[in-house]
C-alpha cells in the first residue's frame, strides 16, 4: 500500500506531503483543481514517461517520491534481490524529472532502470482511470480476468515456458534448414576445391623451401666453380694453408721458450688456423651438396608452377592461407553433416515440444471452461445489485491463435435488457461500462491481492442510488485492500474511511486531509454546487453518517 506521497515542483503543484491509511481513500475537488495533475504526479513515479513540461516554475528540476509496504510480496522482493537493491519491509521510490525531459529513478535510493521501476509498479498499484472501460475491447484484458478468476497463474507459466520452447524449436530448424539448403547447393562447388587442395599435399613452409632449391639449382654449375675457385685458395704449392698454418703456431711454441711474448702471437694464429679450417670444410660441404641435375630441376619449376596456380585460383598469398582455406572447406562439409544429424534431433524435440504445449493448452482450455459459467454468475449478480436488473452477462470462448496464453480468446457478451447479447465494448452505454468494469476490477482486486488500487472516476454516467451503490462495492474493497477513489459523486465520497480535498489557488494545486466537518463541507459542495446551503449540510451530514 501507499503509506505517504512527496511531490515538489511537479507541474502546478509546488510541494505537497501527506499520507495515507489503509482502506477506502476519496480524493474530491472542483472540477480543474488538479486531481488529474495528482494522479499524473503517481503516474510518474510508477514509471510513466518523463517530460520536461512536467517541471514547476520552482526550479529545474521536479521530485516525486513515496513510500510503500512491499515486505510481504515475494515477487517484489525477488525483484530487489535480483537488482542487488536494498530488501526491507518498505519500498523508498523516487522520480527526478529535469527541464531537458531526462529522468532518473531511485528505489530505495539506489538508481535504477526505468525497466525495473516499471516492473515494480505492476506489483504495487493499479490505476484504473475513466478510459479503461476501452480495455472491454482487449483480449487480452479479457483473457487475464478470467485466468485470474479461474486461478491459472501455474498453468499460464507452464503455458508460457511450453510456447517458449516450441517456438525456440521451431526458429531453430528453420535456421538449420537454411544453412543445409545453402551448403547443399555448394556442396559440389565446395568438395571439388576440398579435393584440389587436400591433393596438392600441402606443407608449411615448403613454397619458400623450394623457390631457394630452385634458385641454386638454376647456377648450378656456376655456384661449383665459384666453390671451387674458393676451395683452391687453400692449396699453395700442392701443399694445404691450414697445414702450414699449423707448422707455424708448432714453431712459434718453440720460440716462446725463449721469448715469452710469442705464447700470445701462437694462439692468435691457432684460433685463425681454426677457423680457416672450418671454412675450408663449410665451403667443402655445400659444393658437396650442390645437384647439377635438370630431372630435380624441372621437378622443382612444376611443384612451384603448381602451388602458384593454387595460390592465384584460391585467392592466397602464402601455402598457410591455402592450407587454411583447405581446412575450412573441411570443416564446412563436415559441418553439414552435424547439421543434418542436429536437425533430426531438432525434429525429435520439437515433436515432443508441440504435445507438451498442446496438453498444457488443452488443460488451461478446459479449467477456463469449466470457470466461464460461475465467472458469469458472479458479475451478473454484482451488475443486479448495481440495479440492472434485467441484464445478461456471459462469458465465451473461440479459437484462437497459438500463443504464450494457450489457443483461446475471451469474449464477454452483454444486454442490458436480457434480450440479445452482444459483445460488451459495442453494445454497453457509457454507465453500464462504468458498472461492468467497476465489477471486473473487484473480481480481479479479489484475486490478485492488488495492495492498492486507484479508480479515477469510475462512476463516470451513474447518480442516485446506482452511484450508492457502486460507492458500497468499492468500499468492500477497501476492507481488504488500499483503495483510492477519485470521484465527484457524493454517495461514493461518503463511503471513505479518509478523505482528501484537491484544491488550486493562484495556479498552485495542493491536497489537504479533511476531517469531519471538513468532509460535511465538501459533501455539501458536490450535493449542491458552489453555494452550499443549509439543505445541503443536512443531506450531506446523513450522507456521512450512513456511509460509515
Known amino acids: ?88 519491509t518498505s519500498l523508498t521510490i523516487r522520480r527526478v524529472v529535469g527541464r ?13 532502470t526505468l525497466g525495473i521501476l516499471q516492473e515494480l509498479s505492476t506489483r504495487l498499484v493499479d490505476v484504473h482511470s475513466q478510459h479503461q472501460t476501452l480495455l472491454l475491447s482487449d483480449a487480452l484484458f479479457r483473457l487475464r480476468v478470467l485466468d485470474h478468476y479461474a486461478g ?4 499460464l507459466k507452464a503455458a508460457a515456458s511450453a510456447w517458449g520452447r516450441l517456438r525456440s524449436l521451431e526458429e531453430e530448424r528453420e535456421q538449420l534448414s537454411g544453412k543445409i539448403s545453402h551448403l547443399d ?33 638454376a647456377h648450378a654449375e656456376q655456384l661449383k666453380e665459384q666453390l671451387y675457385s674458393a676451395a683452391g685458395a687453400f692449396e699453395i704449392e700442392d701443399s694445404s694453408l691450414v697445414q702450414r698454418l699449423k707448422e707455424a703456431v708448432r714453431q712459434l ?3 716462446a721458450a725463449f721469448i715469452p711474448s710469442l705464447e700470445g702471437l701462437s694462439g692468435r694464429l691457432e684460433s685463425a ?23 630435380r630441376l624441372q621437378a622443382v619449376e612444376e611443384r612451384l608452377s603448381q602451388l602458384y ?29 552435424a547439421l543434418e544429424e542436429r536437425l533430426a534431433e531438432v525434429e525429435r524435440q520439437l515433436s515432443l515440444a508441440r504435445k507438451e504445449y498442446e496438453a498444457t493448452a488443452d488443460r488451461l482450455h478446459a479449467v477456463r471452461e469449466k470457470a466461464c459459467q460461475p465467472f458469469s454468475e458472479a458479475i451478473l449478480s454484482q451488475l443486479r445489485f448495481l440495479e440492472l436488473d434485467h441484464a445478461v452477462f456471459s462469458v465465451e470462448l473461440a479459437p484462437a491463435a497459438e500463443g504464450p ?55 463516470t454516467g451513474v447518480s442516485g442510488s446506482t452511484a450508492d451503490k457502486m460507492g458500497r462495492m468499492i468500499c468492500d474493497m477497501g476492507a481488504d485492500m488500499q483503495v483510492f477513489a477519485i470521484t465527484h459523486l457524493p454517495q461514493v465520497a461518503a463511503k471513505g474511511n479518509a478523505h482528501y480535498l484537491v484544491t488550486k489557488r493562484d495556479d498552485v494545486t495542493s491536497v489537504a486531509p479533511l476531517d469531519t466537518e471538513g468532509r460535511i463541507r465538501e459533501l455539501a459542495r458536490m450535493l449542491s454546487g458552489e453555494v452550499v446551503t443549509p439543505e445541503a449540510l443536512a443531506n450531506a451530514r446523513a450522507l456521512l453518517s450512513s456511509g460509515r
Open 405 to 459: 496464453s494457450g489457443r483461446d480468446a475471451v469474449r464477454f457478451l452483454f444486454s442490458s435488457t436480457g434480450a440479445h447479447p452482444q459483445d460488451v465494448a459495442k453494445c454497453a452505454s457509457g454507465g453500464e461500462l462504468s458498472r461492468i468494469m467497476l465489477c471486473l476490477k473487484a473480481m480481479m482486486a479479489r484475486y490478485t491481492a492488488m495492495p492498492t488500487l486507484i479508480f479515477d472516476e469510475i462512476d
Open 273 to 295: 688456423r681454426l677457423e680457416l679450417e672450418d671454412i675450408e670444410e663449410e665451403i667443402s660441404t655445400v659444393s658437396s651438396r650442390i645437384d647439377v641435375s635438370e630431372d
Open 309 to 337: 596456380d593454387l595460390m592465384k585460383r584460391f585467392g592466397a598469398r602464402t601455402v598457410a592461407e591455402l592450407m587454411a582455406q583447405r581446412d575450412a572447406l573441411s570443416e564446412a562439409l563436415f559441418d553439414a553433416s
Open 185 to 217: 547447393e555448394e556442396r559440389d562447388y565446395h568438395e571439388a576445391r576440398f579435393r584440389r587442395l587436400e591433393e596438392a599435399g600441402l606443407k608449411e613452409g615448403e613454397l619458400e623451401a623450394l623457390e631457394q632449391e630452385q634458385l641454386q639449382l
Open 100 to 112: 531537458s525531459g531526462r529522468s532518473r529513478s531511485f528505489v530505495n535510493d539506489c538508481p535504477v
Open 152 to 155: 491459472n497463474a501455474d498453468a
Open 1 to 88: 500500500m501507499l503509506r505517504s506521497l512527496q511531490v515538489e515542483n511537479y507541474v502546478l503543484i509546488d510541494s505537497l506531503e501527506t499520507s495515507f491509511p489503509e482502506g477506502l481513500i476519496i480524493i474530491s475537488g472542483a472540477t480543474g483543481a488538479g486531481k488529474s495533475i495528482l494522479l499524473g504526479a503517481l503516474g510518474l513515479l510508477l514509471g510513466a514517461k518523463a517530460d520536461g513540461s512536467m517541471v514547476g516554475p520552482h526550479g529545474e528540476n521536479c521530485v516525486v517520491e513515496g513510500v510503500f509496504d512491499g515486505g510481504e510480496d515475494e515477487v517484489i522482493q525477488r525483484i530487489l534481490r535480483e537488482n542487488e537493491l536494498e530488501e526491507g
Open 253 to 255: 711454441d718453440k720460440a
